[in-house]
């Protein structure tokens, strides 16, 4: 094991305790344990990348008392296997939710991958930047995840009108996917063997790369897309289940062509995610939130009822 890696695959029991966990879920064949230097090497170039200092603190990893770590205790168990472990990814959720005002699962998926490579403060340091940098993901990790699906829909209005109409005609709306997609970082859906090019390309890039995966993505895939008959027919490529391995790598990969970097450069990204919200997700919202004043049928007083 690399001197350099400071996470749990630096523990002499992880394959044992951990060969099954969940984090672990995609990575096939495992790939992992036959790169492990490779991806140490890889996963420690992102720091410079988004300005971060590895960690040189005595780290306190005391649990968290039970009430403190009890919302972030099914996320832990969803993650790793071993108790130690999950109380240190309890610890750093519990930590993200205080400082970042709010949480969601798709912050775990990416603390887990983090955790295998970095110590807990580090990983809380890359949080800290991806979650408050705009070059990366801001607002995508709240509770109502609105930013994010503003973003879907930004990037839906640049693939061909075709293809809108299809998937709005399939139900696939662009808050049904782009969460995992984007503010989970395709970490639930990539098999390891190519995830790791995917957040390369993230953490040099940032959310850009998001969207040009995005316009990507549905230029490789849409025929596939336009000769869908359902929606869970549709939705098995979307998650990536029935998308073959190597055009998801050709994906990944062409996201970088001058055409899908043009096409994410020009957008007014301000102005078009004014127009996204406004047109797709407003009325909406509002609706929902006003729905919270409703009187329920056992307040209503009815005439005969009133003195």
């Known amino acids: ?3 350099l890696c400071k996470g749990f695959l630096s523990q002499q029991t992880f394959w044992a305790e951990e060969g099954d966990a969940p984090i672990l879920k995609f990575n096939n064949d495992d790939w992992l344990q036959g790169h492990v230097e490779e991806v140490v090497a890889r996963t420690q170039a992102w720091l410079p990348l988004i300005g971060v200092d590895a960690s040189r603190i005595d780290f306190d990893d005391k649990p968290l008392g039970k009430e403190g770590a009890r919302i972030f205790r099914a996320d832990a168990n969803r993650t790793f296997r071993s108790e130690p472990n999950r109380e240190i990814c309890i610890k750093l959720l519990s930590f993200s939710q205080q400082k970042f005002g709010d949480y969601q699962q798709s912050l775990g998926y990416v603390a887990g991958i983090l955790l295998l490579f970095f110590d807990p403060p580090t990983c809380f340091k890359v949080l800290t930047v991806l979650n408050d940098s705009p070059k990366y993901l801001p607002g995508y990790w709240r509770g109502e995840a609105t930013a994010c699906a503003v973003d879907g829909y ?20 662009p808050e049904t996917f782009v969460q995992k997609w984007f503010a989970g970082l395709c970490i639930h859906h990539l098999p390891y063997s190519i995830l790791f090019d995917y957040l390369d390309k993230f953490f040099k890039f940032g959310n850009r790369y998001l969207f040009q995966f995005f316009l990507a993505f549905f230029d490789e895939f849409e025929a596939d897309i336009m000769n869908a008959k359902t929606n869970p027919e549709a939705n098995m490529l979307i998650r990536m289940e029935s998308a073959p391995l190597g055009r998801l790598k050709k994906a990944i990969e062409a996201a970088l062509e001058d055409r899908f970097v043009a096409a994410v450069r020009a957008l007014d990204l301000h102005d078009c995610r004014m127009k996204a919200f406004e047109d797709n997700l407003s009325r909406r919202l509002q609706g929902a939130n006003e729905g919270m004043w409703q009187k329920m049928d056992d307040e209503i007083a009815f005439s005969d009822e009133e003195d």
């Open 154 to 173: 930004v990037c839906v209005v640049l693939l061909r009108g075709h293809v809108q109409d299809k998937l709005k005609s399939l139900g696939l709306l």
């Open 1 to 3: 094991m690399s001197k």
